[in-house]
């Protein structure tokens, strides 16, 4: 995050304006109605390159229980990065496709996509986390209050943490039992020396 990237309120608000053919179902098998390796394609023309067919096949839905909410959230975020200033970064393609593929992934494995759009805690941590995997921070915070305000908003920062707490806890309490059952052997081994 140490590159100054664009304003976060103008971030937020071409979030809350995502047009409704960003929201429109995402073709899985038959179904659906937006080819998303087409539209992810369309936003790296405009930003870099475009990919040969295989380059684009994680962006094809298979399953609809596994793919739905994830191709959903591609697509919002290839709307976010279609924004002017994204454009004109020169984003380097392989971050942008592990932004659209790996970031993406994780975070609707937490969140409905629909709620980046609607709840402004989520809009703001799809435009952080957007921000800081591409190696930017937004205008006018320094590095530090952009990781701490990210680190406050992100449900997947969250879930590790507590996934840290849980694993500590644990840990914490296998060595207590190790402790006390050292103890009354070592208590044992006393009364059977006397």
Same mark, same amino acid.
């Given at each position: 995050m140490n590159k100054i990237g664009p304003p976060l309120e103008a971030l937020l608000r071409r979030l809350a304006d995502t047009p409704p053919d960003f929201l429109d179902e995402p073709r899985i098998g038959n179904t659906g109605?937006?080819?998303?390796? !087409?539209?992810?394609?369309?936003?790296?023309?405009?930003?870099?390159?475009?990919?040969?067919?295989?380059?684009?096949?994680?962006?094809?839905?298979?399953?609809?229980?596994?793919?739905?909410?994830?191709?959903?959230?591609?697509?919002?975020?290839?709307?976010?990065? !279609?924004?002017?200033?994204?454009?004109?970064?020169?984003?380097?393609?392989? /971050?942008?496709?592990?932004?659209?593929?790996?970031? !993406?992934?994780?975070? !609707?494995?937490?969140?409905?996509?629909?709620?980046?759009?609607?709840?402004?805690?989520?809009? /703001?941590e799809l435009a952080r986390l957007s921000l800081a995997r591409l190696g930017f921070r937004p205008e006018g915070e320094t590095p530090e209050q952009a990781t701490d305000r990210l680190s406050a908003l992100s449900v997947t920062e969250r879930n590790r943490l507590l996934d840290a707490s849980r694993a500590a806890e644990a840990r914490a309490k296998a060595i207590r039992e190790q402790l006390i059952k050292k103890q009354a052997e070592a208590s044992a081994d006393k009364w059977t020396r006397e």
């Open positions: 109605q937006v080819f998303v390796p !087409a539209v992810v394609n369309d936003l790296l023309a405009k930003i870099a390159q475009r990919l040969p067919q295989a380059g684009l096949e994680a962006f094809r839905g298979r399953d609809a229980s596994t793919d739905r909410n994830r191709l959903l959230l591609v697509m919002i975020m290839v709307w976010l990065l !279609a924004d002017e200033w994204f454009a004109d970064a020169q984003l380097p393609i392989a /971050e942008v496709l592990g932004l659209l593929n790996q970031t !993406a992934r994780e975070l !609707a494995l937490s969140t409905n996509a629909q709620k980046f759009i609607a709840d402004p805690d989520r809009r /703001e």
